[in-house]
């Protein structure tokens, strides 16, 4: 079974603009969750979409945002990108949502916004 | 608030060797989940292994092994028999159905030596 793709793997950026990443989760997997990898902040928790419904949603400004299709694919979005955007972006995906089912992490998206 | 702590930024270890990484968390849940995630360079994060509160068994896959100790909320992983591939970063990590997203620690990177 195919694990968690994700794309771009790298992407460069202008401050100010937008981006968008895609996350593509196992077949099968109904749940997909966002986090922040940086050196300063370590990983930190975006969101979680479950059937096409944000189901939780960490401390992030309204710049960031998110959606889930129909066939679990999930994106997430940044506007008006600040220097401190740059980080490693991980997507995971479970069966379902609750804490009991196991995430697995996708190789993630390196975003460096110059 | 959860938080996570991994006081070790940098453990040392000959291959072959044992050693031990640390973890201590708050909280105020009596159920919850605590994991260990492993991140080599390839940036990839791979499950490890899982401990669910109410169990007071600890979890051992392979060489990996945790000591729980719930009243301390303390969570330990031990490396029996370290390998050259065991060298990543290790994350420590806490969920509960309350909370709903992971709370991670800073972790802590494994060097192995021949």
């Known amino acids: 079974k195919a694990g968690v793709t994700q794309t771009p793997r790298y992407l460069i950026k202008t401050r100010g603009q937008q981006v968008t990443l895609s996350c593509s989760p196992i077949?099968?997997?109904?749940?997909v969750s966002w986090y922040q990898q940086t050196p300063g902040q370590g990983l930190q928790f975006l969101f979680e979409?479950?059937?096409?419904?944000?189901?939780n949603k960490g401390n992030f400004p309204g710049r960031f945002s998110g959606r889930q299709f129909s066939n679990s694919r999930s994106e997430m979005n940044v506007s008006t990108l600040e220097l401190g955007d740059s980080a490693l972006y991980l997507c995971?995906?479970?069966?379902?949502?609750?804490?009991?089912?196991?995430?697995?992490f996708g190789p993630g998206t390196r975003l460096t916004v110059t | 608030a959860q938080t996570v702590t991994q006081s070790q930024p940098e453990m040392s270890v000959q291959e072959a060797e044992t050693v031990t990484l640390s973890c201590t968390y708050d909280?105020?849940?009596?159920?919850?989940?605590l994991f260990w995630y492993k991140q080599p360079p390839s940036r990839q994060m791979i499950l490890v292994i899982r401990?669910?509160?109410?169990?007071?068994q600890n979890a051992t896959e392979n060489r990996f092994s945790v000591n729980f100790q719930k009243a301390a909320k303390s969570f330990s992983l031990k490396i029996s028999d370290s390998q050259l591939g065991d060298a990543a970063m290790y994350f420590c990590?806490?969920?509960?159905?309350?909370?709903?997203?992971?709370?991670f620690g800073a972790g802590t990177q494994v060097v192995v030596t021949p």
């Open positions: 909280t105020s849940e009596s159920d919850y989940y």
């Open positions: 995971a995906s479970s069966l379902s949502t609750g804490v009991s089912y196991e995430q697995y």
């Open positions: 077949s099968g997997h109904r749940s």
């Open positions: 990590a806490y969920i509960a159905d309350s909370w709903g997203k992971f709370q």
């Open positions: 979409y479950f059937s096409e419904t944000q189901r």
């Open positions: 401990q669910e509160a109410y169990k007071q």
